[in-house]
Each structure stands twice: as structure tokens, then as C-alpha cells.
Nanobody
Framework: QVQVAESGGGLVPPGGSLTLSCATR????????MAWYRQTPGKERELVAR???????SYSDSVKGRFTLTRDSAKIAVYLEMNNLKPEDSAIYYC????????????WGQGTQVTVSS
């Protein structure tokens, strides 16, 4: 059974930092693209950062230079280090595991809330 679970969200002031964790279970890591998304009410879920099966990492323009995605293959986990947070970064952050080769093998966590406010 595949499980994806985020943790690490919370309330931080503008300019602060948080690191989110995404623990996975039951996937062959080398077959999965791993990504962080975020979503606010009334908005479509937004891709924040992604690492593909070739270990290529990409970021949305809004977070580039502030966020860093890392992957630990031994722990089958990914992380999102968020620095210099802005109020517009406030959202529910979701971890996604998407199999590069199998269409229906796509899994989401429940999300973790990040609120950036003074």
C-alpha cells in the first residue's frame, strides 16, 4: 500500500524559514517524480518544486532562490526547505508522488498548513 505523508507546517513570521518533510511508503523511488504543490482557497493547486526520475530539480518562479527541494533515497523521503517566507507563500502544501511510467500510479498526501503572518 502506498502512503504519502507531509509534516512540518506551521505559523512563521515573514522572512522566517520552515522545512517540510514528505515521508513515503510502498513506492519504487527511482520510478517516481516527486513534487511539492500548494493550494489556497479558490485557487488551482500550484506546482512549487519537482524532482524527476532523472534527478532534475525545477522550481516555480515565485519560489526560485528561496526554496530548496532535496531527496533522500535511503529514507524514501523528500524535503522542502523554505527560506525568506512571504505572506503569499501561505497555503496548504502537498507532496505528490507520480510514477513516470504508470498513469494511475499517482499519490497525494493530506497536506500541511503553512501560514506566514506577523
Amino acid at each position: 500500500q502506498v502512503q504519502v505523508a507531509e509534516s512540518g507546517g506551521g505559523l512563521v513570521p515573514p522572512g522566517g524559514s520552515l522545512t517540510l518533510s514528505c515521508a513515503t511508503r510502498g513506492i519504487k523511488f527511482r520510478y517516481y517524480n516527486m513534487a511539492w504543490y500548494r493550494q489556497t482557497p479558490g485557487k488551482e493547486r500550484e506546482l512549487v518544486a519537482r524532482i524527476d526520475v532523472n534527478d532534475i530539480i525545477s522550481y516555480s518562479d515565485s519560489v526560485k532562490g528561496r526554496f530548496t527541494l532535496t531527496r533522500d533515497s535511503a529514507k524514501i523521503a523528500v524535503y522542502l526547505e523554505m527560506n525568506n517566507l512571504k505572506p503569499e507563500d501561505s497555503a496548504i502544501y502537498y507532496c505528490n508522488a507520480d510514477n513516470e511510467y504508470v498513469r494511475d500510479a499517482n499519490y497525494w498526501g493530506q497536506g500541511t498548513q503553512v501560514t506566514v503572518s506577523s
